[in-house]
């Protein structure tokens, strides 16, 4: 059995249909790694985009895409989310959830800013979300699962490929607006790339991570409002800190204060044996540290089509097993009263 199915054939009724909101970059890898699959037991059966006349890669069957969402949402037993944003890709997926049905999705600005709309379905484990946070790099699982059984202390992350990324090439003396073209070119900056350089996109991830392993309670606004970006980064500012031994990194952290969850993006500056700089390029980082687990650090591919799109393949076969995806912890983690640490220190 093929993992692609052309349009105008019937599908198998034992067949999961997996319709696709999006055939960007994560979309048409994932039709890609989809093709390449047997016995997989699911078949992309339509895939929504914007424009059909648009230049495509060869794993995009031309004959699977539609401009009607209400095609592919009436005619897919699972939906995924590879469009993102906070417009139609979340109108969608709440929509195909509110029928019963189960969603796979890489939309991190959904999941983060909407939510309240989502739990319902959290409960009944029908989102699975792997893909959303670190792409292909397994933290979403960890953090929900293993890690909750240890109490969480403070999470810092590099969690933005097109941040990391740009940083690194300006600490080899790449202009700025250099290293954001070259990131956009090869496929880890969000269509609206102010996300990621405005911290935005890091803020959306860290949210989902602190619900998941600190507290289902955190609100969006609240990270949103403690967010700074790197926009006002030169090649300068970086050589600077660099000669005084450090490294310039986008970091989300959570850390406890006044008896609640603190959530904030910034620019700080790690020492050069700092454990996050393993994390270099493209890649993301996390260090979670928790009474009695101790420092556990994730560190891996961050961003990109065949990064993102193995995590959504592999929630896609989750569905298709009868497994469940993430539930949505029913009690917050207490703050710990006296746990000392000592915070990142922010670039000014
Ligand atoms: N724009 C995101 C990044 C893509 O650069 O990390 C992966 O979420």
């Given at each position: 059995?093929?993992?692609?199915?052309?349009?105008m054939?019937?599908?198998?009724?034992?067949?999961?249909?997996?319709?696709?909101?999006?055939?960007?970059?994560?979309?048409?890898?994932?039709?890609?790694?989809?093709?390449?699959?047997?016995?997989?037991g699911?078949?992309?059966?339509?895939?929504?985009?914007?424009?059909?006349?648009?230049?495509?890669?060869?794993?995009?069957?031309?004959?699977?895409?539609?401009?009607?969402?209400?095609?592919?949402?009436s005619?897919?037993?699972?939906?995924?989310?590879?469009?993102?944003?906070?417009?139609l890709?979340?109108?969608?997926?709440?929509?195909?959830?509110?029928?019963?049905?189960?969603?796979?999705?890489?939309?991190?600005?959904?999941?983060?800013?909407?939510?309240?709309?989502?739990?319902?379905?959290?409960?009944?484990?029908?989102?699975?979300?792997?893909?959303?946070?670190?792409?292909?790099?397994?933290?979403?699982?960890?953090?929900?699962?293993?890690?909750?059984?240890?109490?969480?202390?403070?999470?810092?992350a590099?969690?933005?490929?097109?941040?990391?990324?740009?940083?690194?090439?300006?600490?080899?003396?790449?202009?700025?607006?250099?290293?954001?073209?070259?990131?956009q070119?090869?496929?880890?900056?969000?269509?609206?790339?102010?996300?990621?350089?405005?911290?935005?996109?890091?803020?959306?991830?860290?949210c989902?991570l602190?619900?998941?392993?600190?507290?289902?309670?955190?609100?969006?606004?609240?990270?949103?409002?403690?967010?700074?970006?790197?926009?006002?980064?030169?090649?300068?500012?970086?050589?600077?800190?660099?000669?005084?031994?450090?490294?310039?990194r986008?970091?989300?952290?959570?850390?406890?204060?006044?008896?609640?969850w603190?959530?904030?993006?910034?620019?700080?500056?790690?020492?050069?044996?700092?454990?996050?700089?393993?994390?270099?390029?493209?890649?993301?980082?996390?260090?979670?540290?928790?009474?009695?687990?101790?420092?556990?650090?994730?560190?891996?591919?961050?961003?990109?089509?065949?990064?993102?799109?193995?995590?959504?393949?592999?929630?896609?076969?989750?569905?298709?097993?009868?497994?469940?995806?993430?539930?949505?912890?029913?009690?917050?983690?207490?703050?710990?009263?006296?746990?000392?640490?000592?915070?990142?220190?922010?670039?000014?």
């Open positions: 059995m093929h993992g692609i199915l052309p349009r054939t019937s599908l198998e009724h034992s067949t999961v249909r997996v319709g696709l909101l999006g055939a960007g970059t994560v979309g048409s890898a994932l039709m890609g790694l989809a093709s390449r699959r047997r016995d997989s699911f078949q992309v059966s339509q895939v929504l985009v914007q424009d059909l006349k648009k230049s495509r890669p060869a794993s995009v069957a031309k004959e699977l895409l539609t401009l009607d969402p209400d095609e592919v949402v005619n897919s037993d699972i939906l995924v989310d590879v469009m993102g944003g906070v417009g890709a979340t109108k969608l997926t709440l929509r195909f959830l509110e029928s019963g049905k189960t969603v796979v999705t890489a939309n991190k600005a959904a999941l983060a800013e909407r939510w309240s709309d989502f739990i319902p379905h959290f409960a009944e484990g029908r989102i699975h979300f792997e893909a959303a946070v670190m792409a292909g790099t397994p933290v979403v699982g960890p953090l929900w699962q293993v890690l909750r059984s240890s109490q969480p202390l403070e999470l810092h590099i969690l933005n490929g097109t941040c990391n990324y740009i940083v690194g090439q300006l600490e080899a003396g790449i202009s700025y607006p250099e290293a954001l073209a070259e990131a070119r090869l496929g880890f900056a969000e269509a609206d790339p102010t996300l990621d350089v405005g911290g935005y996109d890091t803020a959306h991830k860290l989902l602190a619900r998941l392993g600190f507290s289902p309670e955190l609100l969006w606004e609240s990270v949103k409002s403690d967010t700074r970006g790197i926009n006002h980064l030169t090649p300068m500012i970086i050589r600077e800190v660099m000669e005084q031994g450090g490294r310039v986008l970091v989300g952290s959570v850390v406890p204060r006044d008896e609640s603190r959530l904030c993006v910034r620019p700080v500056i790690l020492p050069e044996d700092h454990p996050l700089i393993s994390a270099s390029g493209s890649k993301n980082g996390l260090l979670f540290r928790g009474d009695p687990v101790g420092e556990v650090l994730i560190s891996g591919p961050g961003a990109g089509g065949g990064p993102t799109a193995s995590a959504v393949l592999a929630d896609i076969e989750a569905v298709v097993q009868g497994r469940s995806g993430p539930k949505q912890p029913t009690f917050a983690a207490s703050v710990p009263r006296d746990y000392s640490f000592e915070d990142l220190v922010e670039l000014e």
